[in-house]
């Protein structure tokens, strides 16, 4: 089965605060995503990366960074935390080739103080 | 926008009842779909895809219709069960790069 693993579950940090949330999966799979859910908005793509050292903003990627040094592990990076980056973090991995489904690890809740 | 197929943000079934879940997604040019099932605390769990040169694909006690007429999409699920109560949601698939839609249907089995 595919694992897909975020470090953190609960995570209670401070407004400007430099935030890090780590995501691995353990399938050799090429892409990685970043997403973000929350209540009435659903599902919204931060960033992704379809390879290691690369990155692609989704739709909303102010406020926040991305680290694709090594192939399993994808990092999402708040410079500054802000109040309105409360939210449920959501890490998806799938393989490159076209027409294959992602998925997600277990979220990482997320609260900026 | 929606037009056949109402999208409701809730659904409430018996068990051994059938669910029908509504879809609607927005690029014509979208070549492969995927449902997912959200249980409470956990991340989308794949149920079940579909590519846009199929208009139904089946799985086990699930089927999945497509209607590229009308950017359509449905998940049935057969003989619904208390394990099924959960958020389910659906993925347009465009450019390798996956939209999540909507805001999901929560599905309460009772039994």
């Known amino acids: 089965d595919v694992k897909v693993t975020q470090s953190s579950r609960y995570l209670v940090k401070r407004t400007g605060e430099k935030v890090f949330l780590e995501c691995v999966q353990d399938?050799?799979?090429?892409?990685m995503f970043w997403y973000r859910q929350d209540p009435g908005l659903g599902l919204r793509l931060i960033y992704f990366s379809y390879d290691v050292k690369m990155k692609e903003k989704g739709d909303i990627p102010e406020g926040y960074s991305v680290s694709r040094e090594k192939k399993e592990r994808f990092s999402l990076i708040l410079e500054s935390a802000s109040t309105n980056q409360t939210s449920m973090y959501l890490c998806a991995s799938s393989f490159r080739q076209h027409n294959q489904p992602q998925h997600f690890g277990d979220g990482t809740r997320l609260s900026i103080l | 926008g929606e037009s056949v197929g109402l999208h409701l943000p809730t659904l409430s079934v018996q068990e051994g009842d059938n669910s029908i879940i509504n879809c609607a997604y927005s690029?014509?040019?979208?070549?492969?779909f995927i449902w997912y099932k959200q249980e409470s605390g956990k991340g989308p769990q794949f149920i079940i895809d579909i590519r846009s040169n199929m208009d139904k694909r089946q799985g086990q006690r699930v089927t999945v219709l497509l209607n590229k007429t009308v950017k359509h999409l449905s998940l049935q699920i057969a003989a619904t069960q208390p394990g099924d109560s959960a958020v389910y949601f659906c993925a347009e698939v465009w450019a390798g790069t996956a939209l999540i839609f909507g805001k999901g249907t929560t599905l309460s089995v009772s039994s």
């Open positions: 690029n014509s040019a979208s070549d492969y």
């Open positions: 399938m050799d799979h090429e892409n």
